[in-house]
């Protein structure tokens, strides 16, 4: 390819085709940097055209006249604009100028080679030179003082002192608490000798047979117990309160049936006396747990006494009435006949045990309530246990006692009697001399099968039966109802459910949920018009089995999580039965009602979504989060064992913000391209005496990784104490991480105030850029015309919600006070407001508030804070233009294009600006277009740039120069001996020596600069490769002033620069 200057175009002879594609072409003067095109209109991106988008091709042409030499080049779907900028004087004799960057530099320029595989048969593989090489100290000419400090604050300052918030407990002094006795063995006793026990247990064991009634009962009264469940269970519990009631009015309906004294009729008298009944009932539990607890025991009493007065009828000869109906006293031929099911009327196995297993659930009562209890760890699994030992041998000897001594059918006739010669077919009752054989055609009103009072005719006196099925009904329901409110408050203050925190609030010195006593009241009543056992009885069966299954799965859970924390005390516990429990509780589910089981598990579905979603802000010690740590530290394990791939990089960032939420645009930028993908590790350094900063440090900890969760930020907080900043950052890089979850690139802010900044806040920054550099850890500094830290204005703004609160308080508690009863008069107000520490008035506050209040909007600096959401926001219509002058290994080139990916920036595209020579500009642009082709990275245009290395026009020049000046040694113009007394006073400074030894590579920023002005300053974002100062070399005051000439007054800028180790492959 030759130059040819008079027409400022090249010229090539190699053929092509007949697409075209201009070159632009800039005339620049050794003085003067400003760019001017042929056409007088500098480039914009905007006006890029990519021709025919249907061929998917990006096409290199020239000038009209010039011939073309490169064919259509597929890229990426797209066509690739070249953009290529030489100057007219520059020559062929001139090898200064044919250079990329106009010196001999170690840094390289992006290459393809550089990404090959070695052996690769596209090409040899070559190595880039490291970050080692780069960084090193070449030669000690010349005199640099080494970093050092003892306290400096994090690019602008260090964050404010955070002060952790105290939480008044609550006054539990006269809370009334019971013992295991009282407060669960009681409880869980009335609750499972319930209805069922006296009005359907009969009808069970005519049903299922004798046999049958011990399958249920061992099946149904497992050791489950526990806490609350969520609604399901609460909701279980307020319609147990309509089963308990609906069965006492059952009762009450069949002695006004035999005294001829109905009301209306069955079903309407059925929802009366229901109705009344739970209004005395959320009377007593209104009146507060003391009460319920000493009706709990009278109720107990009349129970146990009404149990006994069954076994003991049952041994008191039978008359001829009773016998009509189907009582013998014990018969082994009774016992034989009724050992076996003989299911009716359509039912079968699990509808019988659809109705009969709410008499399980009251093995939970106890635990219901662990909150009024005095030592719940005892108490729920020694009451629990023992309740279900006794009530289960009183079922088991009830049904036996009842299936052998009564028929399971009878039709209350004393003229029924065996006729002599009558063929008996195996019955019973036609052995004991009773015909009932007509209750197979016509329906019967005694026996086990239909007459639901046998425990009253078979019991030594009526009317203690009738008491004790009033005992044991309205003691259940009674439970009941205070068991659904205490389960449904506890939910409700988790405010797991938004919308129900309003059930939270609680009464008096016990905290009684009185607004769920109400809620429960309303939801029995709801099912008691139902006015029908059987229907209501399989409902509570469905959500009871639900809330089983899931305590008997939280159960095996905790125990798969192997989490140290569970420890269960019952000493025969296993996992595999817990879990087969849960099993069997779905299983049976669908069995008995598949319709009831769908919709149940349906709205545990949606609640487990809703929870899912919303990630309320509680902490449980749950098992899943146990297993979520052990799956986590698994992994973590299993990653260690495989080697590192390329393929498999991912920005794995340590930031420099301080407290996350004192510079959050920082982190915004970092979270943009680590989120979803890499490690974002949010660093705070604490420097001073380490006692204090200790103590501070961990009083924050939580609170600022509580504020990254709820900002949604996906990032972890880490902090250190150190005696100064370099030396924290210094233990984060090493220390970092864990396994192969280790950082791998360093972000911090730009220093915006360097020039203010004490000495040792500049060595301590330029030092943590060579420290990164050593551990081999990529450096990303970002740039905002406005800087980062918030702290002052998070600082006022905290002041005045203090205030706010505190007004707030102060209100809320002077008006709670005006509403309690009993002020007790004058007496009492003054006590009052003693109390109130508002003897006299205080306008210090308000006086203070307004003060704030009334500041200038200035000094909140708005701009400061609208900058500090800007990455925040979606990006426009735009681009991102990305300066990849040094090949890093990638990380330059793949931050934007991850940004790219976002919601936020994915309508920003990709221009790429590389360093090129100018007489190989075409071919230039032709590797890199096929060099990212392989990346498979998507541009809009890619621009080679020849005049890098051409010196800056006098004024940015003078720029630099004045920018510099403070900074300066100026050794070479005075003799040796002030020389030398000079270099030990400022040892710091500038030398001339260093000045003109580093001349070139400070032309080259200042350079840059003009061409970013030029070519970018209407660009979204800048990622731009950061220039590596040499250790021993580049003084940090230098250094600071090549990245303030490079970046200023440009949009945000990225400055990249990654540990020279490949980050992208185009090997698949």
Not at 207 to 224: D, K, M, T
Not at 1007 to 1027: C, G, T, W, Y
Request: charged residues 20%.
């Amino acid at each position: 390819m030759s130059l040819n200057n008079t027409s400022n175009v090249f010229l090539d002879s190699v053929p092509g085709n007949s697409n075209r594609f201009q070159v632009n072409v800039i005339n620049e003067s050794h003085e003067s940097s400003a760019a001017v095109d042929n056409n007088a209109d500098p480039p914009h991106y905007e006006e890029t055209s990519f021709g025919d988008e249907t061929h998917n091709r990006f096409r290199i042409s020239f000038r009209p006249g010039n011939q073309e030499c490169y064919d259509n080049f597929l890229q990426n779907g797209e066509n690739a604009k070249t953009d290529a900028s030489f100057h007219a004087y520059d020559s062929h004799t001139n090898t200064y100028y044919l250079q990329t960057f106009g010196h001999n530099t170690v840094d390289a320029v992006p290459k393809i080679e550089y990404y090959r595989n070695t052996g690769s048969i596209s090409g040899p593989k070559v190595n880039r030179p490291s970050l080692l090489e780069i960084h090193e100290q070449l030669a000690k000419n010349v005199a640099v003082a080494p970093g050092s400090a003892d306290r400096v604050a994090n690019g602008d300052g260090m964050p404010g002192d955070e002060e952790a918030e105290n939480k008044e407990g609550e006054d539990k002094a006269g809370a009334v608490k019971f013992g295991w006795v009282k407060g669960v063995l009681v409880r869980c006793m009335l609750n499972i000798w319930g209805v069922m026990l006296f009005i359907r247990l009969s009808w069970i064991v005519g049903e299922a047979g004798i046999g049958g009634a011990y399958y249920l009962i061992s099946r149904s009264l497992g050791p489950e117990f526990g806490g609350s469940i969520g609604l399901i269970f609460a909701f279980a519990n307020a319609v147990a309160v309509a089963m308990y009631v609906v069965g006492f009015a059952e009762t009450v309906v069949d002695l006004l049936k035999e005294s001829n004294s109905m009301m209306v009729d069955p079903t309407n008298d059925i929802r009366i006396i229901g109705s009344i009944t739970v209004v005395i009932l959320l009377g007593i539990s209104v009146a507060g747990m003391e009460w319920e607890a000493k009706a709990q025991v009278i109720l107990l009493v009349i129970l146990l006494i009404a149990i006994a007065n069954f076994f003991i009828g049952t041994v008191i000869p039978s008359n001829n009435e009773k016998k009509s109906r189907g009582f013998f006293n014990y018969q082994a031929s009774i016992f034989a006949e009724n050992f076996g099911p003989s299911f009716t009327k359509g039912e079968g196995f699990f509808s019988v045990f659809a109705i009969f297993f709410p008499a399980a659930t009251g093995i939970l009562a106890g635990a219901n309530i662990s909150g009024d209890l005095e030592d719940p760890q005892d108490a729920i699994p020694r009451g629990t246990m023992l309740a279900i030992f006794i009530t289960t041998v009183a079922y088991i000897g009830v049904a036996i006692c009842v299936g052998a001594c009564v028929v399971r059918d009878a039709t209350g006739s004393m003229n029924d009697t065996v006729i002599s010669g009558m063929n008996c077919n195996g019955s019973a009752a036609c052995g004991l001399g009773y015909d009932f054989s007509r209750c197979r055609h016509e329906p019967c009103q005694y026996g086990l099968m239909n007459n639901f009072q046998v425990m009253s005719m078979v019991s030594g006196f009526g009317p203690l039966i009738t008491a004790g099925i009033f005992s044991a009904t309205l003691s259940s329901a009674l439970a009941s109802l205070v068991s659904a409110p205490k389960v449904f408050q506890a939910l409700c203050k988790d405010n797991i459910y938004k919308a129900l925190q309003f059930f939270a609030k609680g009464y008096g010195k016990n905290n009684e949920p009185l607004r769920g006593y109400f809620l429960t009241f309303v939801i029995a009543m709801a099912f008691i018009l139902i006015a029908e056992l059987n229907t209501i009885a399989p409902i509570i069966s469905n959500f009871f089995l639900a809330s089983y299954a899931l305590i008997n799965f939280s159960c095996f859970h905790a125990s798969y999580a192997k989490s140290p924390g569970w420890r269960p005390a019952y000493g025969i516990y296993n996992m595999w039965v817990s879990l087969f429990g849960a099993i069997l509780c779905c299983a049976v589910m669908f069995v008995i009602n598949w319709w009831a089981a769908v919709i149940t598990y349906v709205i545990e579905f949606f609640l487990y979504i809703y929870v899912t979603y919303k990630k309320p802000d509680v902490n449980w010690g749950s098992s899943t989060q146990a297993l979520s740590y052990v799956s986590a530290l698994d992994n973590a394990l299993e990653l260690t064992t495989v080697e590192d791939h390329v393929k498999n990089f991912r920005p794995q960032c340590i930031v420099l913000t301080g407290g996350p939420m004192t510079r959050p645009a920082l982190l915004d930028i970092t979270h943009a391209f680590t989120k979803n993908s890499g490690l974002c590790i949010c660093c705070e350094v604490f420097v001073g005496p380490r006692k204090l900063c200790v103590k501070e440090m961990n009083s924050g900890m939580a609170k600022k990784q509580a504020w990254l969760i709820k900002n949604k930020i996906k990032a972890f907080y880490a902090a250190v104490a150190a005696d100064c900043f370099r030396d924290g950052v210094r233990s984060l890089l090493q220390a970092s991480g864990l396994g192969r979850m280790k950082p791998n690139t360093l972000v911090i802010g730009y220093k915006k105030n360097w020039r203010k900044a004490p000495l040792t806040e500049i060595e301590n920054y330029v030092g943590i850029i060579h420290d990164a550099f050593d551990f081999e850890i990529g450096v990303v500094i970002v740039r905002i015309s406005q800087g980062f830290d918030i702290s002052q204005v998070l600082q006022v703004q905290d002041e005045l919600e203090k205030l706010e609160q505190e007004r707030l308080a102060l209100e809320a508690t002077i008006k709670d006070n005006e509403c309690e009863e009993g002020s007790g008069g004058i007496r009492g107000l003054f006590k009052k407001a003693s109390k109130l520490n508002i003897t006299k008035p205080a306008p210090k506050k308000d006086s203070s508030m307004n003060t704030i209040q009334s500041m200038h909007v200035g000094e909140f600096n708005q701009k400061l804070v609208e900058a500090s959401t800007q990455f925040k926001k979606k990006q426009g219509k735009g681009t991102i233009d990305v300066w990849w002058l040094f090949d890093d290994g990638g990380l330059t080139l793949l931050i934007p294009y991850i940004l790219t990916l976002r919601k936020k920036w994915k309508d920003c595209k990709l221009r790429i600006y590389v360093g090129g020579k100018i007489n190989r500009i075409e071919e230039e642009k032709i590797a890199m277009a096929s060099l990212l082709s392989k990346f498979r990275i998507k541009f809009a245009d890619i621009h080679i740039i020849g005049d890098i290395n051409i010196k800056p026009n006098k004024e940015s020049w003078k720029v630099f120069e004045e920018m510099i000046e403070p900074y300066r040694l100026h050794e070479s113009c005075k003799d040796l001996t002030t020389a030398e007394k000079l270099k030990r006073e400022s040892p710091w400074k500038i030398t001339d020596a260093e000045l003109e030894a580093v001349k070139e590579k400070s032309y080259r920023q200042v350079r840059l600069n003009e061409l970013l002005q030029e070519h970018s300053r209407a660009a979204n974002l800048i990622v731009l490769s950061l220039p590596v100062a040499r250790k021993g070399s580049i003084s940090d005051w230098l250094y600071m002033v090549w990245l303030e000439i490079l970046t200023k007054n440009l949009p945000p800028v990225l400055l990249v620069r990654g540990n020279h180790k490949n980050v992208l492959t185009f090997y698949s």
